[in-house]
Nanobody, 126 residues
Framework: QVQLVESGGGVVQAGDSLRLSCSTS????????MGWFRQVPGKEREFVAA????????KTGESVKGRFTISKDQAKNSVYLQMNNLRPEDTAVYYC???????????????????WGQGTQVTVSL
């Protein structure tokens, strides 16, 4: 059974940075892609970023492009989200997710991900 665990959230001021981490509990990890999504109460889960696991390729959502960067460390079975220049509107629960198959262009949708972490809260104050 796949288990994903996020960490690194917290309360910061606008303009600050955070780095989120996601690790898998699997002894061996294999995925098509790993993604980060965020969600606030009353809104649908929003795509933040995704990275192909077995090859080069990544993408970020329009609202975070230029500020957030996704990265991976295959040796550690981990994926990261570097968040710079945080804004109050970035406040949300951030989720790590794993997709088991393509196509790559479908992975802007939360529906295409098969496994999810518990989420980590990011709060950005003024």
């Amino acid at each position: 059974q796949v288990q994903l665990v996020e960490s690194g959230g917290g309360v910061v001021q606008a303009g600050d940075s955070l780095r989120l981490s996601c690790s898998t509990s699997e002894r061996t990890f294999s995925a098509y892609a790993m993604g980060w999504f965020r969600q606030v109460p009353g809104k649908e889960r929003e795509f933040v970023a995704a990275v192909r696991w077995g090859r080069v390729g990544s993408k970020t959502g329009e609202s975070v492009k230029g500020r957030f960067t996704i990265s991976k460390d295959q040796a550690k079975n981990s994926v990261y989200l570097q968040m710079n220049n945080l804004r109050p509107e970035d406040t949300a629960v951030y989720y790590c997710a794993e997709a088991t198959r393509g196509p790559w262009n479908a992975h802007l949708s939360a529906f295409e991900y098969n496994y999810w972490g518990q989420g980590t809260q990011v709060t950005v104050s003024l």
